[in-house]
């Protein structure tokens, strides 16, 4: 890690400050350093006093872009620990009336449909990688930048302060998650169950033939924290039933852990503040329900994005010129908005507990399985794959 060296006199001049350490913060810090930019880093990797049972569907697109900046943990088959890094190879989807849903990376001609990365392997990666690029500084506040990237997360108090309005809708649910041990392999499938108005998905860990699963299930709140405050076995016993013990008896491996849900939205990504221009970036722009699994792959395309729009910029523009960050606002607000709406709408439609929408989603289940290309052309949209 780069210490910050003492300081006398004029204070350095920075290209860009990142406020915001985590995934995305310490992506697009990687990411403008390759373009010699001088960047400060505000902020300290996340604590690992508690540790995080969270594990990340990363699609093809985002899994690139860590490679690009040395930052995915590649699996080492020499190392006799669990792997962590789970190829999905099937995903399979199940309503609450026999509606059901098969995704097969064979289908797609690729290796996998998504990764499940451990949280902390991820996180120790980019720390690593950030401490070996001489142009990114860690700092404890945020210096003169021309441009200031906020990525501090959904209740980010920079975002407030910049009077950036954040439009938030909560849902009734809170997400609940937990490491598992299955009495079966899980064979590298992602598994989700959408029924009483509830949406349970197990990812796949340790590898390909692990015997560990991370639980994700959206549940209303007061059942979340019912089951908080009991013996862990309940809640194992619950995704056991739940899951029609599909892998058999389950254990749980780890506290659980819960956050509530929330439908969110900056109105504004971009603003100026004394020093230059401002962007948002991450859960600082956006949140949505993680039923797709795809809130960290969005603010790693965030990232991405605004790296891409800096680096093409004209040789005269400044960082923080407004016009040029429009260009990122643009292309991003337009994705996120569609992922957004698709989201809700998915959590809209399963939550309906009236006996005919229940008829006719389990049937566009069982009739988009059938669907052919259009079915495929989903899956690539998801993978990252938009060609």
């Known amino acids: 890690m780069n210490a910050t060296p003492p300081r006398t006199g004029t204070p350095r001049r920075f290209d860009v400050a990142v406020q915001g350490a985590g995934v995305v913060g310490q992506t697009l810090a990687l990411l403008l350093a390759r373009d010699r930019l001088r960047v400060a880093l505000v902020g300290s990797p996340r604590s690992t006093d508690t540790p995080d049972v969270r594990a990340y569907a990363l699609n093809s697109a ?32 199940w309503g609450d009336d026999g509606g059901e849903l098969k995704f097969s990376a064979s289908d797609q001609g690729s290796e996998a449909l998504t990764w499940i990365v451990d949280v902390p392997a991820l996180e120790q990666r980019l720390s690593d990688a950030v401490g070996f690029q001489g142009s990114i500084e860690r700092m404890t506040d945020t210096p003169a930048a021309a441009l200031t990237v906020v990525c501090e997360g959904k209740r980010s108090q920079t975002r407030e302060q910049l009077g950036l309005a954040f439009d938030v809708r909560p849902y009734p649910h809170k997400a609940v ?3 598992l041990r299955c009495e079966l392999p899980h064979g590298g499938v992602a598994r989700q169950w959408f029924a009483h108005g509830e949406v349970m998905a197990l990812l796949p860990l340790g590898g390909p033939q692990g015997n560990s699963v991370a639980l994700v ?27 029609a013990n599909t892998l058999g008896t389950l254990h749980m491996e780890s506290p659980a852990q819960a956050w509530p849900l929330e439908l969110s939205r900056a109105q504004r990504w ?10 948002l970036a991450g859960d600082a722009a956006h949140a949505m329900h993680p039923l797709a699994g795809q809130g960290l792959n969005v603010g790693l395309a965030d ?5 891409r729009v800096l680096h093409a910029r004209e040789y005269w523009r400044d960082l923080g010129d407004q016009k040029l960050l429009r260009r990122y606002e643009r292309a991003r607000a337009a994705e996120v908005g569609a992922m957004g709406w698709v ?42 794959q938009t060609a």
């Not at 908080?228 to 309940?234: F, K, T, W």
């Not at 971009?270 to 962007?279: D, E, F, H, K, L």
């Not at 052919?372 to 052309?377: L, Q």
């Open 270 to 279: 971009i603003t100026r503040n004394a020093a230059g221009g401002v962007a």
């Open 62 to 93: 985002s899994r690139e872009l860590l490679r690009s900046v040395r930052a995915w943990p590649e699996a080492d088959a020499s190392d006799p620990r669990p792997s962590t890094i789970t190829p999905v190879s099937d995903m399979q989807v």
């Open 303 to 307: 990232a991405a994005e605004l790296a």
């Open 217 to 243: 299930w959206s549940v209303a709140a007061e059942q979340a924290d019912a089951w908080l405050q009991s013996d862990p076995s309940v809640l194992a016993q619950a995704v056991q039933a739940r899951s």
């Open 343 to 384: 989201t809700d709408g998915l959590f809209g439609l399963f939550a309906h507990d009236d006996s005919r929408v229940q008829a006719l989603r389990n049937w566009g289940l069982n009739s988009f399985n059938r669907s052919g290309p259009v079915k495929r052309w989903l899956a690539r949209q998801a993978m990252g």
């Open 177 to 179: 998650a937990a490491r």
